[in-house]
């Protein structure tokens, strides 16, 4: 099988609420001149919105586009839809799923680590959340689903931003890193957002997330690389302020008493951990809590060991693995982040210690 395909197709998975500006983004996929071959999978032609100009031929569930990309919908299996896609000519640069509106991404990220014929082609590369800046409060208060989507992502486009205030833009983007602190936001109109920012990310590529992000689990850093990072601290820790005190700016109070079993919670330990410890505890807390935790991520100091752990989890799928040796510039301490419902900080915290060697 692997010897036919030995670079994966990188997979990204598209998510967001309805009328967030998934459409418009698939359709500039569809339909921009980036002399790439992109497949689209999408839930429901019908949903999408397609303009039908752009189709040159369509068999039964594949549709042809102008620019060589393809688009297909998922009427029934996932995992069947993609290798129909696996054996068509001429190959892919990648593959863009759009889950609908209401879906929680986990189970179809969860594909891509179960399905060994799927494995063997692909690689999950992000979860790209798509939020509109206008209604995304409305959202949070009101949508278990619009907070999960948001928890999961590896990157939020923000977007329709020039219909809301920069003071309002700001609160928006604290409140969207409670909820998630590792995820860069990215602002958009009309989903204006270069696509190679979003796609090829490598947000499960365990070594390529460090590489690319050495402080990606310094809370305190905010996100290296995000734009507006100049208020980053500042809005983070008066968020935080107004959370914890129980109040908000007036129009988003209401939100509040629901996003909150949602948050991201990091941890750091300046002592090497004990590597069966670590691992002992990190496969109880998955085991134990797998379906409220949505995603996590660390970097490990383990005692006795000259390389970093890196590690990653979906639900309860764990994938870890030691990369590159620490050196001498790099701050040597553990860090994870965890991304859940209801997530016990201080239990968390008291095992993470109790792991020290």
């Not at 395909?5 to 998510?15: D, E, N, S, Y």
């Not at 068509?88 to 189970?107: H, M, N, Q, S, V």
Request: hydrophobic letters at 40%; glycine letters at 8%; charged letters at 30%.
């Amino acid at each position: 099988m692997t010897q036919f395909a030995p670079t994966k197709i990188p997979v990204t998975v598209l998510t967001g609420y309805l009328g967030a500006g998934k459409t418009t983004l698939l359709n500039r996929i569809l339909s921009e001149d980036h002399g790439k071959r992109y497949a689209v999978i999408v839930n429901e032609f019908g949903e999408i919105g397609i303009d039908n100009d752009l189709i040159v031929g369509a068999d039964e569930e594949v549709f042809e586009m102008n620019n060589g990309c393809v688009c297909c919908t998922v009427r029934g299996d996932l995992i069947r839809v993609l290798s129909g896609l696996m054996k068509r000519k001429g190959g892919f640069d990648a593959i863009i799923i759009e889950t609908t509106g209401l879906a929680d991404p986990g189970p179809v990220a969860q594909t891509f680590f179960v399905d060994e014929d799927v494995k063997a082609r692909t690689k999950l590369d992000s979860v790209t959340t798509v939020v509109d800046a206008k209604h995304v409060l409305l959202r949070l208060s009101d949508s278990k689903e619009a907070r999960e989507q948001i928890a999961f992502a590896d990157q939020i486009v923000l977007n329709k931003t020039d219909l809301v205030s920069e003071d309002d833009l700001r609160m928006l983007e604290a409140r969207l890193r409670r909820l998630n602190p590792l995820a860069p936001i990215h602002r958009a109109q009309r989903s204006d957002v270069p696509l190679d920012t979003i796609l090829g990310r490598g947000g499960f590529d365990l070594d390529r997330i460090v590489s690319i992000e050495p402080e990606f689990l310094n809370p305190a850093h905010g996100e290296a690389g995000h734009v507006h990072d100049e208020h980053c601290d500042h809005d983070h820790g008066h968020d935080h302020h107004h959370h914890d005190h129980g109040h908000d700016h007036g129009h988003a109070k209401a939100s509040d008493i629901h996003d909150d079993d949602i948050r991201g919670i990091s941890l750091r330990l300046d002592r090497p951990l004990d590597g069966g410890k670590i691992t002992n505890w990190l496969n109880d807390v998955l085991a134990t809590q797998g379906p409220d935790i949505l995603r996590a991520k660390g970097i490990i100091d383990v005692a006795g060991d000259e390389r970093r752990l890196v590690f990653q989890a979906v639900h309860m799928i764990l994938e870890g693995d030691f990369q590159r040796p620490w050196n001498a510039t790099d701050e040597r301490h553990s860090r994870l982040v965890f991304i859940g419902r209801d997530l016990d900080e201080a239990k968390l915290r008291a095992g993470f210690e109790a792991c020290a060697a």
